[in-house]
């Protein structure tokens, strides 16, 4: 493993020197930064990675990822890594262990480590961006994105993917994608949670149900090939995570004209500790499509509070129209549209379509 290092050190050094252009003392500084101090912290970064696209391995990787920061506390990417992971199962597994806020209160402090050590760590910035939508602060998220991504680091760009929705900046979280992908064309992003709400269907049901199990159900519903579905769902529900799983049941049941028990499965996500504004906004269209409308209305409410103010969503999906003529929601529906301007407005101040462009 040391030689391994020392050839990695070598070939960065012969290829900086063959650049034509002369690097700035910051840029040579980012090229030995956020390396493992020793081999044991690098096996177990290592490890955790390969673990953590497994949610059934979440609890594995976030140990690994525990030895590793305390192996080597100098090491961003591996506090990052942690964060990510305490902020997933707390958000997908309602076994994940210890209080949500805690837990939470964990993802961010380990971010907050990552980018102490590193500012300029792009996959710190991401996923604190995805940890602040959540918690309400997809604003400001947004804007430390699109100040830091002139950068262009596709890192930057899925991380705006996110943070552009929860605004309600459907097209510029389009094209943060598509700037992200044109950069790194194999970078994960969350655009078909964009395309949900933009009712970009076709789209979503080129994709893999099993993948995505609940939006691209419902995109075939509306295509009437809900039983292309069904076979999928099956196969997949026994792999997820407790609260994904409740989504794929339902699916599953709305196709097969169980709607109560749809609903049912729906609001099984719901709990004091579920801190998703955009889950729970999935939760309250499904509740009002299909349940009651002012229970549906009171989920809303609790959305938008929390910070998701996805204003086109809220103007235009049909599953809310039985809220429309309720003056709750109309007062609902002011407060969404005041959040989305004034995140347009300082999205474009920072020319936030020159940075996507």
């Known amino acids: 493993m040391g030689d391994f ?14 650049l034509a252009v ?39 990787a976030r140990e690994l990822y525990e030895r590793c920061v305390a192996e080597d506390p100098r090491f961003a990417p591996a506090w990052a890594r942690l964060g990510r992971v305490y902020h997933v199962q707390t958000k997908y597994v309602e076994s994940a262990g210890g209080d949500t806020d805690e837990c939470l209160t964990r993802a961010e402090s380990a971010f907050k480590k990552a980018l102490a050590i590193n500012p300029d760590l792009p996959i710190a910035h991401k996923l604190y961006a995805q940890l602040e939508a959540d918690l309400g602060r997809a604003h400001d998220a947004m804007v430390r994105l699109v100040s830091r991504a002139r950068t262009a680091d596709p890192e930057l760009m899925a ?49 893999p149900v099993a993948e995505f199990p609940y939006i691209v159900a419902l995109a075939l519903v509306e295509f009437g090939r809900g039983d292309e579905a069904l076979a999928p769902l ?29 609903v049912s499965q729906m ?46 969503v809220f103007e235009r999906d049909p599953w ?18 005041s959040r989305h301007a004034a995140s347009r407005r300082a999205f474009e101040e920072l020319n936030g379509r020159g940075v996507l462009s």
């Open 5 to 18: 290092f020392q050839l990695q050190d070598e070939l960065t050094r012969r290829i900086v020197e063959s």
């Open 22 to 60: 002369p690097l700035t003392a910051r840029d040579k500084q980012r090229l030995v930064t956020d390396v493992p101090s020793s081999k044991a912290a690098y096996d177990h970064f290592l490890r955790g990675n390969q673990l953590s696209v497994d949610p059934k391995q979440w609890s594995v």
């Open 159 to 207: 991380g705006l993917v996110t943070a552009c929705r929860y605004c309600g900046l459907l097209d510029a979280s389009v094209a943060a994608h598509q700037r992200a992908r044109a950069l790194d064309r194999k970078i994960p992003t969350s655009v078909m949670h964009t395309w949900f709400m933009q009712g970009d269907w076709e789209r979503l049901a080129a994709l």
């Open 234 to 262: 099956r196969e997949v529900e026994a792999r997820m995570p407790t609260r994904r799983r409740h989504v794929a049941v339902a699916a599953r049941a709305l196709i097969e004209g169980r709607t109560a028990e749809s």
């Open 267 to 312: 609001k099984a996500m719901l709990s004091p500790d579920f801190r998703d504004p955009e889950g729970r906004f999935y939760v309250a269209r499904h509740v009002a499509r299909y349940g009651d409308a002012d229970e549906a209305l009171t989920q809303l409410e609790g959305v938008v509070a929390d910070g998701f103010s996805c204003y086109p």
């Open 320 to 337: 809310l129209d039985a809220l429309r003529p309720k003056p709750g929601f109309t007062e609902l529906l002011e407060r969404c549209a």
